[in-house]
């Protein structure tokens, strides 16, 4: 008799987010909303504008942009196919999308440059980690159509204050030129020489890197490479005329900002759009500050202690990309500079000042009824209450007063309001003040003049 097969065990399902996402609810959630109003704030107050791009994108405007041997398109990108056959990504990053709209609303007839500011979820498939997700939430300023540099200082500034206000001081920029196509071209073939003559010290990875997107071996944390990577040649040597004066003006903006910055010429920012200006912005590490000193053993001591700390996480970072329009199809070179500050990594700093958002979290008063009657009178005093602006917690789909109150306790709000059906007979309330328990009927026209009297010194 043929054996019957065994039906395959269902796997459980499980309630659970997908890894490397997350819920962002209570106290987190208002310190995003109060970093996103801040951010955008100071945005506002440097001429820039906001602008929401959809989440979905076609995927071709990434792999176009970010390069097709970038890690973003090769193993980072959430894609899909929709029914009608297209090919859509989820967002990986901001800046394709936004030359997208640019192009789209032809914002070119606009006064140049367009200063445009963005928030909202990326997606990258990556291996979660500490300060690394799969779903994470940027704050980005792009300015387009401006070759000048001060517009690449303007954006640097512009992190550190946003950075500054929200309480991270201690910031360093590492900052770099790639030069422009020219330059870049001759400083890879440099690399890539350089690179050649040590081929037999690569792993697969790193000679596959060497053959698909060499830039990328400098952002490689392979301690073979990296060693190497000290050797190699520097963007810099190769920086030709109008770029080298470029970079010498940032570096002239910077200074006279009195920006702590470091050029490290092993900075490339591994995506195909950069050009010229590219810039991370880090929290200053103590010991890299103190690396001369001169006690021998101290400095062998420090040194251990700066590999056991984890590298600092960078907390932002962005460049100049004025080969991207022409990347995507735009008929005329297209200059322009932007960057991204990773909220949640900023958020997740011990230094990060509480951050209150504008919309009113904790209402304090709240709001009291007893019985059908008192139910039905219940939304138009609550919607008074709205118009007058002052906001209120309750308790509508609970009936007894024991119950009521003890989340009047449990959230500790300073002001109740009760609504009893005697009050409704007599068109008052009952207001009870609960520092002192004390109680007093309040006619119901009077309510709001009444509180606004009050709740100031609660
Ligand atoms: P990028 O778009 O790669 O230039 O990133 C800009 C900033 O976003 C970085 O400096 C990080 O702070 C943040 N960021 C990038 N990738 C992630 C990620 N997977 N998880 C959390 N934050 C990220």
């Known amino acids: 008799m043929p054996k019957e097969k065994k039906p395959k065990a269902k796997k459980q399902f499980e309630l659970k987010s997908p890894r490397g996402v997350h819920d962002i609810m209570g106290e987190e959630y208002f310190s995003y909303q109060g970093f996103f109003e801040k951010a955008e704030e100071i945005a506002l107050y440097y001429g820039f504008q906001p602008i929401e791009t959809p989440i979905l994108e076609q995927e071709e405007l990434f792999t176009r942009s970010v390069g097709e041997f970038s890690d973003i398109a090769q193993k980072e990108m959430y894609t899909l196919r929709t029914r009608g056959g297209d090919k859509l990504a989820l967002r990986p990053e901001g800046t394709a999308p936004i030359i997208r709209a640019y192009a789209e609303h032809g914002m070119h007839t606009r006064p140049q440059p367009v200063l445009l500011y963005y928030r909202g979820p990326f997606f990258r498939h990556d291996k979660p980690q500490r300060g690394r997700f799969r779903e994470f939430r940027q704050f980005g300023v792009e300015a387009i159509g401006s070759d000048k540099s001060i517009v690449d200082a ?246 007894k007063l024991s119950v009521q109150l003890a989340s009047v306790e449990k959230l500790g709000v300073p002001w109740v309001i009760i609504l009893g059906e005697k009050e409704v007979i007599d068109g008052t309330v009952m207001v009870r003040d609960m520092h002192d328990r004390s109680q007093k009927t309040v006619k119901q026209e009077e309510l709001v003049t009444y509180l606004k009297k009050h709740i100031a010194r609660a």
């Open 154 to 399: 303007l954006i640097i500034r512009l992190f550190l204050a946003i950075l500054e206000e929200v309480g991270i001081t201690n910031l360093t920029v590492d900052v770099n030129s790639l030069g422009d196509k020219e330059c870049r071209t001759e400083y890879k073939k440099a690399l890539v020489a350089y690179f050649r003559k040590h081929t037999g010290k690569l792993n697969t990875e790193g000679k596959a890197l060497l053959k698909n997107n060499p830039l990328r071996l400098l952002d490689s944390k392979d301690p073979v490479i990296c060693e190497l990577k000290d050797e190699a040649p520097e963007t810099m040597e190769f920086l030709q005329g109008p770029s080298k004066q470029h970079f010498k003006e940032v570096l002239e903006y910077l200074d006279s900002m009195d920006v702590n910055y470091r050029i490290n010429g092993n900075l490339v920012r591994g995506l195909d759009y950069y050009s010229r200006t590219v810039f991370e912005i880090v929290e200053t590490q103590e010991d890299a500050e103190n690396e001369n000193d001169s006690d021998e053993k101290e400095g062998e001591k420090k040194k251990e202690k700066k590999e056991e700390q984890p590298r600092a996480l960078e907390l932002g970072g962005g460049g100049r990309y004025d080969l991207l329009g022409k990347m995507l199809g735009t008929r005329r070179p297209l200059p322009a500079v932007g960057g991204a500050l990773g909220v949640d990594r900023i958020l997740m700093h011990e230094k990060v000042k509480k951050l209150d958002p504008r919309i009113i979290k904790k209402p304090k008063v709240f709001f009291i009824q007893l019985g059908f009657d008192a139910k039905l009178k219940s939304l138009p005093l609550i919607d008074n209450l709205r118009h007058a602006k002052i906001p209120i917690q309750q308790s509508l789909s609970k009936d």
